[in-house]
């Protein structure tokens, strides 16, 4: 089952029987099966019915609000039941050495699946990375022996820097321009990409990380802070580089998207709409790409390994495993 993506905005959806139907302008666009999908995007000017709402809440589907580049809000059916499970995951924030036993799990995932990435770019096109692949090399040493969250944090920051800063070579055939990475707002169109990419992976994994039983707002690398959804960001960390930054890499140098399919909003290039429904296509696509997952010994979806890495979390903070294990691209 896979997400179905309503970026087109002003629709109304109504229920009959176990399908969608979706109206603009009082005219029938398209009929959904719900049955078909696990999680519905959609814009935040359309509308859905509540008998639509409650037929979704029924199949445990989730249902996620956009407003442009950005995930303004979610409906999701009963809440996971597993109290005890809720509880270790709290015991288990609260306590120090395991809470920064599982965030430097994070952190060295992250920077072995970037550094793979780099190594990637740096066979398949010839260009010179070798100086960032080894100092992300010596971010994972450092971070194998840090003390505490703080420094480790600080040698996460330290090698995201100086992997931003080698991405303008990654792209250097495209249109775009990057010089740094900026987050709200977006200072140009391949920051408001990378936004976009990773608010999608963001509720991508909320909804794995819900359906395994765990509380998306209660993290390890990243702590607590209202609103927020701190164990996605954390489970986020191993997907990053893999997930999103090479898919825009892709799209910018591919001419998928260009600099003339964002427009300006309030100071901050946001998406067009028919640019928009492009990178939900493609980033779907990419959801679907099969890779090896070193652990469990089998090829799966990437949507796959992001239910079986939270369920992989849930054991270990449940102590059915010795350890959680992230995912790590080969």
Do not use: W
């Amino acid at each position: 089952m896979g997400t179905f993506y309503l970026s087109e905005p002003y629709c109304f959806v109504r229920k009959e029987s176990e399908r969608l139907k979706i109206y603009k302008d009082r005219s029938l666009i398209r009929e959904v099966r719900v049955q078909e999908f696990s999680r519905f995007f959609i814009h935040e000017s359309s509308t859905l019915t509540t008998d639509a709402l409650m037929l979704l809440a029924e199949k445990g589907i989730d249902v996620v609000y956009f407003s442009g580049n950005r995930m303004v809000g979610r409906f999701i059916g009963p809440e996971n039941k597993n109290v005890r499970l809720r509880i270790a995951q709290v015991e288990a924030h609260l306590s120090r050495e395991k809470s920064f036993h599982i965030a430097r799990n994070l952190v060295l995932a992250k920077l072995k699946n970037t550094r793979t990435s780099l190594q990637r770019f740096a066979r398949r096109r010839e260009l010179d990375l070798d100086s960032v692949i080894l100092f992300i090399k010596q971010s994972m040493d450092h971070a194998s022996r840090a003390r505490d969250l703080e420094e480790l944090r600080g040698i996460e920051g330290m090698a995201a820097k100086r992997y931003f800063e080698a991405v303008p070579m990654l792209i250097r055939k495209s249109s775009f321009q990057f010089d740094g990475r900026s987050r709200r707002p977006a200072k140009n169109p391949f920051n408001a990409m990378l936004n976009y990419g990773y608010a999608l992976l963001r509720a991508e994994l909320t909804g794995a990380l819900q359906a395994a039983g765990l509380d998306p707002y209660i993290g390890y690398l990243h702590r607590e802070r209202y609103g927020r959804e701190s164990l996605s960001l954390d489970l986020m960390e191993e997907f990053r580089s893999v997930m999103v930054d090479n898919l825009v890499i892709k799209m910018a140098n591919q001419g998928v998207i260009k600099p003339k399919d964002f427009h300006d909003d309030m100071g901050e290039p946001r998406l067009k709409e028919h640019a928009r429904k492009r990178f939900l296509e493609e980033f779907d696509r990419r959801r679907k790409d099969e890779v090896f997952h070193q652990l469990l010994r089998r090829k799966m979806s990437y949507r796959e390994v992001f239910h079986k890495q939270a369920i992989l979390l849930a054991k270990f903070i449940k102590g059915e495993m010795d350890d959680y294990y992230p995912f790590l691209v080969k």
